[in-house]
């Protein structure tokens, strides 16, 4: 059996998007439900310095948008990190998604050897794009989903194992 690059970054990039849309809905009933400004969970942190949850959400979106850029030369859509609600930043995951969805499977054809350079703090070098998926792409994608996860625990907003799995394809 084999399995596409496309398989394994627009599916796998959707459903972690559609993960933190979840986290979003999560979070503004909590803070309705708790009466609290829901500009505080926004801004919550693990700690002082790493990002607030808004980031988290953020860099996840960029980092399914770059890969494109990496993995298939397309144009990737820029947006400004001004998002200042739950709603704008269901708006950006929303804007992420059309784009990733825009790419057909054929478009990958060859993006598994394809030479994706790599500048990233001290990482500097380059991969095979089916290396810079499993190596780079998946698991900073999925650093920053699991981080909004715990921001979210860590305020006492209740999601769990199942709400970070998302949706299951069972048979």
Known sequence: MTISMYEVTIPT???GLTVLD???D????????????PSVLIQARLYTDMMPFSSQIQRASDTAKA????????KVPSF????????ELKQRLAKTKKFLNSFSADSFEGSDERKVEMRFGPLQGSFAGKTY?????LPNFYFHVTTAHDILRNRGVPVGKL???G?????
């Open 13 to 15: 990039l959707n459903r």
């Open 22 to 24: 979840g986290y979003l």
């Open 26 to 37: 999560e979070a503004a009933r909590y803070a309705s439900e708790q009466e609290i400004d």
């Open 67 to 74: 890969a494109m850029h990496r993995l298939l030369g397309a």
């Open 80 to 87: 400004p990190d001004t998002e200042k609600s739950l709603d």
């Open 133 to 137: 998926v499993l190596q780079f792409l």
């Open 163 to 165: 709400d970070y799995l």
């Open 167 to 171: 949706a299951l394809d069972l048979k």
